[in-house]
C-alpha cells in the first residue's frame, strides 16, 4: 500500500483544515487507517484511527470532539477533519495503513506527511 498525505498548510488559530490520505492497491478496504503527528523536537504521536468498515473510530484526548476521521474505500482515502485548531496543532501529520486497528506507531505503512501550520 502506497500512501500520498495533502492538504496541510497555514491556518489561525480557531480555523479548520482537511487532510487527505490517497492510497494505491486494491486491498485499501481491507486496512485500518490512522492518522499521526510529529512536532519539531517531540515524538510522532497518534491523533485518531478508523477500521476497515469506519464502524469504529479512537481519537487522542488532545483532539476529541476538534478531529473527525472518515474513510471512502470507493475512493481509497481516508480523511481527518480539523476544526477549531489551536497552535499545539502544529505538526507534521501522517496517515498509516495496517491489518490491525491500532492506536500505536504500530502501522505497516505510512505516508509522507504534510505540514500543518497554526498561527496565534
Known amino acids: 500500500v502506497q500512501l500520498q498525505a495533502s492538504g496541510g498548510g497555514l491556518v489561525q488559530a480557531g480555523g479548520s483544515l482537511r487532510l487527505s490520505c490517497a492510497a494505491s492497491?486494491?486491498?485499501?478496504?481491507?486496512?485500518?487507517m490512522g492518522w499521526f503527528r510529529q512536532a519539531p523536537g517531540k515524538e510522532r504521536e497518534f491523533v485518531a484511527a478508523?477500521?476497515?468498515?469506519?464502524?469504529?473510530?479512537y481519537y487522542a484526548d488532545s483532539v476529541k470532539g476538534r478531529f473527525t476521521i472518515s474513510r471512502d474505500n470507493a475512493k481509497n482515502t481516508v480523511y481527518l477533519q480539523m476544526n477549531s485548531l489551536k497552535p499545539e496543532d502544529t505538526a507534521v501529520y501522517y496517515c498509516?495503513?495496517?491489518?490491525?486497528?491500532?492506536?500505536?506507531?504500530?502501522?505497516?505503512?505510512w505516508g509522507q506527511g504534510t505540514l500543518v501550520t497554526v498561527s496565534s
Open positions: 478508523i477500521s476497515w468498515s469506519g464502524g469504529s473510530t
Open positions: 498509516a495503513a495496517d491489518p490491525v486497528l491500532n492506536i500505536a506507531t504500530m502501522y505497516d505503512y
Open positions: 492497491g486494491r486491498t485499501f478496504s481491507s486496512y485500518a
